[in-house]
């Protein structure tokens, strides 16, 4: 169990609206990450938070924005949706010794 | 840039024989860490391994094995005796040191390996 928990489990939106993921860890992380992955695709990196600041982010659009807060919990925010959106959303925070990435059971989003 | 290949879609096995899955990896950096994940049915991701750049002692955990050759840029990994449980998808991933970059994992497609009894 790497204590990592993500809501909701499932949703359904349609084309423009927007929609907000949530992650949290069991115990204080002070880095998480968010990935998506598409069906029969590896995940790909959206951004990382660090300390409440965006450290890195990648090839993703604006739409896609994110939060950390103080007490570690995260969401993801994606705008405008488009039907590409649809995905599983993972968000992953580093192990005790920073040598492992623990991912969270995902989000899955379908955009109608 | 940094690319992880996987070149196996699928790969399918009788229970007990053994499989070897291939990871080969594209970077620059000389300092860059790559893993195995495993992803069930259910989704989520399960850690199996991370190695480091600087270390290319094969590793053994159980079942399990992972190859990692610089020489070739390769990191496999091999199910000795599999089991209809090892069905799954099995990611490589790797990541380059530096600048916090502990988070970001470039993965490769996966391979859906079904072990069937």
């Known amino acids: 169990d790497a204590g990592v928990t993500q809501s909701p489990t499932h949703l359904i939106k349609t084309r423009g609206q927007q929609v907000t993921l949530r992650c949290s860890p069991k115990?204080?992380?002070?880095?998480v990450s968010w990935y998506q992955q598409a069906l029969g695709q590896g995940p790909q990196f959206i951004f990382q938070y660090y300390e409440e600041e965006e450290r890195q982010r990648g090839n993703f659009p604006d739409r896609f924005s994110g939060h950390q807060f103080p007490n570690y919990s995260s969401e993801l925010n994606v705008n405008a949706l488009l039907l590409g959106d649809s995905a599983l959303y993972l968000c992953?925070?580093?192990?005790?010794?920073?040598?492992?990435?623990?991912f969270g059971p995902g989000t899955r989003l379908t955009v109608l | 840039a940094q690319k992880v290949t996987q070149a196996q879609t699928e790969i399918s096995v009788v229970e007990k024989e053994d499989v070897t899955l291939d990871c080969v990896y594209e970077?620059?950096?000389?300092?860059?860490?790559l893993f195995w994940y495993k992803q069930p049915p259910s989704g989520e991701l399960v850690f199996l391994i991370r190695?480091?750049?600087?270390?290319?002692q094969n590793e053994i955990s159980g079942r399990y094995s992972w190859n990692f050759q610089k020489s070739t840029s390769s990191f496999n990994f091999t199910i000795t005796a599999s089991q209809v449980v090892d069905s799954a998808v099995y990611f490589c991933?790797?990541?380059?040191?530096?600048?916090?970059?502990?988070?970001?994992?470039?993965f490769g497609k996966g391979t859906k390996l079904s072990v069937k009894p």
């Open positions: 992953s925070f580093p192990g005790p010794s920073y040598n492992e990435q623990f």
């Open positions: 991933a790797l990541s380059e040191a530096g600048g916090g970059s502990q988070g970001n994992l470039i």
């Open positions: 970077t620059r950096d000389t300092t860059y860490y």
């Open positions: 190695r480091n750049s600087f270390d290319e």
């Open positions: 115990s204080g992380h002070d880095t």
